[in-house]
């Protein structure tokens, strides 16, 4: 069935840095949404992509439809200790009903001061 | 502004113990989900509800059953808990109008079983 793999597991930044991660997937996604989960929270929509090649910006934040339609790419530029938390990549799963997303296991954020 | 919410942020119950954990949302949605988040294996599914009275498996119902008597509650039932079912538990709800809709996801309940 429909995975998305997401990669790194875990990174481990200084303050200041640039970070990217990406979302890979064996099938076709017409849609890539972004999500972060701050620390004992639930996750919060950063992102969503609708069209293979879109570029779209949020603050710091800048998400790519891959032109495959089978991956992702977030980017999170000079990073601040807020920026802590898990990122999940997540897309429609077409094999289950209307409104069920897949989800990638996430990226944990860890930022050094 | 969009909310769901978790009767508890953290909850601790024995083993054996029928455990209730109770969704709300605010925004008129049709669909709700149930997820258990452990760490390395993401959010897995456990049921989801498309409408009133309706819900379905999802990827590991094993364990727990689901109640929605009312559109804006979604309440998750472990009728004996185990120590494999300490977990975080995340609540979410989408609109329902398409296959591509945003989740919005309540804060989550750590539930831990001893």
């Known amino acids: 069935g429909q995975q998305l793999n997401q990669s790194p597991q875990s990174m481990f930044i200084q303050e200041g840095e640039d970070v990217s991660m990406n979302c890979t997937s064996s099938?076709?996604?017409?849609?890539w949404l972004w999500y972060k989960q701050d620390p004992g929270e639930g996750p919060v929509l950063l992102i969503a992509l609708y069209k293979a090649g879109e570029l779209t910006s949020n603050g710091r934040l800048t998400a790519q439809f891959g032109i495959t339609r089978k991956d992702s790419f977030l980017n999170i530029s000079a990073s601040i200790p807020s920026d802590v938390g898990i990122y999940f990549c997540a897309g429609p799963n077409y094999g289950g009903s209307q409104g069920n997303l897949i989800f990638g296991k996430g990226t944990k954020l860890s930022v050094k001061p | 502004d969009v909310k769901v919410t978790q009767s508890s942020r953290y909850l601790v119950k024995r083993t054996g113990e029928k455990v209730f954990l109770e969704c709300v949302q605010d925004?008129?949605?049709?669909?709700m989900f149930w997820y258990r988040q452990d760490p390395g294996l993401g959010l897995r599914l456990i049921y989801f509800?498309?409408?009133?009275?309706?819900?379905e498996k999802g990827d590991i119902p094993e364990g727990y059953s689901v109640s929605r008597e009312k559109k804006e509650r979604f309440s998750l039932i472990l009728e004996s808990a185990s120590t494999n079912q300490t977990s975080m538990y995340l609540c979410?709800?989408?609109?329902?109008?398409?296959?591509?809709?945003?989740?919005?996801f309540g804060p989550g309940t750590r539930l831990t079983v001893l």
């Open positions: 979410a709800s989408s609109p329902g109008t398409s296959i591509t809709d945003e989740q919005f």
């Open positions: 509800s498309y409408d009133v009275k309706m819900k």
């Open positions: 925004m008129d949605h049709e669909n």
């Open positions: 099938s076709i996604f017409n849609t």
